[in-house]
C-alpha cells in the first residue's frame, strides 16, 4: 500500500517495485535541528548513483534486514563509506518479524565490518514474540499502541531493568529481555561520540520503519552524535585549500545534477549538499534549486509517456531493471545542444544500449 513506499520515491517504477532507482534529497526539521537526507538507490544496477551521492554525505545510516544480516551490496557501499572516513549509524530493521538472533545480527556487524558496536535499544521478542523497544540508556520502553496494525505506541518510562513494570509490559519474555539486555550491556562498546565520528564505531539501533518503531530514536542519535558539513578537499591554483563550509561564500555543494525534471523544458539544476553557515552542529539545510531560465525560441521538450520527460526510460528484462536512453533524447540541437543533453541526463554508458 501507500504506507510502504518511501516517500522520496517520486518515479512511477520507484513507486511500483518499491525500490529507488535514481537519488534524491529531502529536508525536514525536528526539534530545531534541520536535516538533508539523501535516499540513495541499493540495487547494484544503480550503484554509480550512490557512489556519488556518497561524497556529499556527513553521516550514513546503514539499515540492515534483521532477517537477511548483510548482504552483497551492504558492503561494498560500506567500503566507499570507509575510505571517506564517512560515520556509520547502523539500523537493524523489521525486528517486529522473525529474524536472526540479535546478537548474531551484531557479531556479524563487528566481524564483517571489522567495526566496534554500540547497541542504544534493545528488542523484548521478535516476529510473533515482539513487544517492543527497551532504550538502554533512557530505560524507557516503546510499545504497540494496542491496534491490529501494532504501529509504535506510547513511551513508558521505567526505572531499569529490574522495573516491575518491564513483566508487566513484556509478560513471559521479561527475564528473556533483562539477561540479554544486561548482556549486550555488558558485552559491547559503550557509545563514544569521537570514535563513531572517526568511523572505527558504529551506534546500533534497532526497530520497525514501516512500524515507526524505534525511526524517532535514530533521528535523535543523528541530531545528538552525527557531524556538522565538513570541509571538501579542493585545490585552488594547484594548491591544496580545502573549502570551508563555514565561509560566507559558500552556499551549498552540489554534488549531482538532475536534469529534465521538468517535462516542459530541457533545463538542469542542481541537488546541493548542506551548509552550516550560522547554525548549530548538526544542523543541515538545502535550498530547492530551480532549472535555468529558458531563452526564448529554444526548443520545447513535451512530456514523453515513457520517460516523463527524464530523458530515460526504466525497463525490466529478465527479471532485471535496466535505464536505457529514451527515444525522445534525439531532441533537435538548442543552446544545450544534443551530446550535452544526453550528458545531463546522467545515464551511466553501460544502460544507454539496454534493449
Not at 70 to 82: D, H, N, P, S
Not at 163 to 183: H, M, N, T, V
Request: charged share 25%; proline share 8%; with cysteine.
Amino acid at each position: 500500500g501507500q504506507n510502504r513506499r518511501a516517500r522520496s520515491d517520486w518515479m512511477k517504477i520507484e513507486q511500483q517495485r518499491g525500490i529507488s532507482v535514481t537519488s534524491s534529497v529531502m529536508t525536514f526539521e525536528r526539534h530545531g535541528t534541520v536535516f538533508n537526507l539523501l535516499d540513495t538507490p541499493g540495487h547494484e544496477d544503480f550503484s554509480e548513483d550512490t557512489y556519488r551521492t556518497l561524497t556529499a554525505v556527513d553521516s550514513a545510516v546503514m539499515v540492515i534486514d534483521a532477517a537477511r544480516g548483510i548482504e552483497a551490496q551492504t558492503r561494498k557501499l560500506f567500503e566507499v563509506c570507509r575510505l571517506r572516513d564517512v560515520p556509520i549509524l547502523t539500523f537493524i530493521n523489521k525486528v517486529d518479524r522473525e529474524g536472526r538472533d540479535p546478537f548474531e545480527l551484531l557479531d556479524e556487524i563487528a566481524d564483517v565490518l571489522a567495526l566496534d558496536v554500540a547497541p542504544l535499544n534493545w528488542p523484548a521478542g521478535m516476529g510473533g514474540e515482539f513487544k517492543g523497544l527497551y532504550d538502554l540508556r533512557s530505560h524507557k520502553f516503546l510499545k504497540p499502541d494496542g491496534t491490529a496494525t501494532g504501529a509504535a505506541g506510547q513511551a513508558v518510562q521505567t526505572s531499569g531493568l529490574d522495573d516491575p513494570l518491564i513483566d508487566a509490559l513484556c509478560g513471559p519474555i521479561a527475564e528473556r529481555l533483562r539477561d540479554q539486555a544486561a548482556l549486550a550491556l555488558g558485552g559491547y562498546a559503550t557509545l563514544d561520540a569521537d570514535l563513531y565520528r572517526k568511523g572505527a564505531l558504529t551506534p546500533v539501533l534497532f526497530g520497525s520503519a514501516l512500524k515507526d518503531f524505534g525511526v524517532e530514536a535514530l533521528i535523535d542519535a543523528l541530531t545528538e552524535f552525527a557531524p556538522p558539513p565538513r570541509p571538501q578537499p579542493a585545490q585552488r591554483a594547484g594548491v591544496p585549500h580545502p573549502v570551508d563550509p563555514t565561509d560566507p561564500q559558500v552556499s551549498g555543494f552540489v554534488f549531482k545534477v538532475q536534469a529534465n525534471m521538468n517535462p516542459h523544458r530541457r533545463g538542469a539544476g542542481p541537488l546541493p549538499g548542506a551548509h552550516p553557515a550560522d547554525r548549530e552542529q548538526g544542523q543541515g539545510e538545502a535550498a530547492a534549486q530551480p532549472a535555468r531560465a529558458q531563452p526564448a525560441g529554444e526548443p520545447q521538450l513535451s512530456a514523453c509517456p515513457r520517460c516523463s520527460g527524464t530523458g530515460f526510460e526504466i525497463v525490466e528484462k529478465d527479471g532485471r531493471v535496466f535505464a536505457r536512453a529514451c527515444a525522445c533524447r534525439k531532441a533537435p540541437a538548442g543552446p544545450l545542444g544534443t551530446d550535452a543533453y544526453l550528458a545531463a541526463s546522467r545515464i551511466p554508458p553501460r544502460y544507454e544500449h539496454c534493449s
